[in-house]
């Protein structure tokens, strides 16, 4: 099986050039997700009468395959003796890991009210008055912070991450540490979560 996306990238020097191609094909495309342009389901065209293209080692060029185009992984932990939370983040980008210190990316930290049946509020904390940054971004344990509101107040918390303006995780999936038979019953939480935000 192949994979569902690609690009073209700069050959790296530790991949040897092919001196001598066998074949020289153009005009490749296939139907379905196949891997082999021998596949049945491939065209492929040959380079005329000389067999082979007229192109140095120079102009090679490799492919990066991947299967996801871009990816956005947020956890969420919270030590309830002593309020401290930590918010793992893992962005991809066309199969490779990003770097966030470089981006403009930073935290919002929230609490939960679990209401009748599957309904639910959130709001996002103020620094100072609901939590304490404790340190920056590490790319171990993401973005930390400790919670010093009343816990009675919430049932539980989330973070979500943002890059600039923009929310990184517009489909919360593990950004909180609601109870999981909630969720069992009431699936739609982790869909609706950011549209409940305020």
């Known amino acids: 099986q192949g994979f569902r996306h690609g690009k073209q990238i700069k ?3 530790k991949m040897k050039p092919i001196s001598d191609l066998p074949f020289g094909k153009t005009n490749v495309y ?3 997700d196949d891997t082999l342009i021998t596949s049945p389901s491939c065209n492929a065209d040959d380079y005329g009468q000389l067999g082979w293209p007229l192109c140095t080692p120079e102009e090679q060029m490799a492919v990066q395959c991947f299967d996801e185009m871009w990816r956005v992984d947020v956890g969420f932990n919270m030590v309830e003796r002593n309020g401290k939370m930590s918010c793992p983040v893992k962005v991809l980008k066309e199969g490779g ?3 966030l210190k ?3 990316v930073h935290v919002k930290w929230g609490g939960v009210h679990l209401l009748a049946g ?3 509020e959130t709001e996002y904390f103020e620094e100072g008055v609901h939590y304490e940054s404790t340190g920056k971004y590490s790319k171990k344990k993401g973005f930390r912070a400790r919670f010093i509101g ?3 107040d ?4 989330f973070c979500d991450i943002y890059m600039g303006d923009h929310i990184m995780n517009p489909w919360p999936d593990k950004n909180h540490n609601c109870p999981t038979d909630y969720n069992d019953e009431n699936g739609d939480m982790n869909d609706n979560m950011n549209n409940n935000m305020s």
């Open 11 to 13: 050959a790296d020097k």
């Open 118 to 120: 599957d309904d639910y």
């Open 150 to 152: 009343n816990k009675m």
């Open 30 to 32: 296939c139907y379905h």
């Open 102 to 104: 470089n981006m403009d």
């Open 97 to 99: 890991e990003m770097k």
């Open 154 to 157: 919430y049932d539980c918390y």
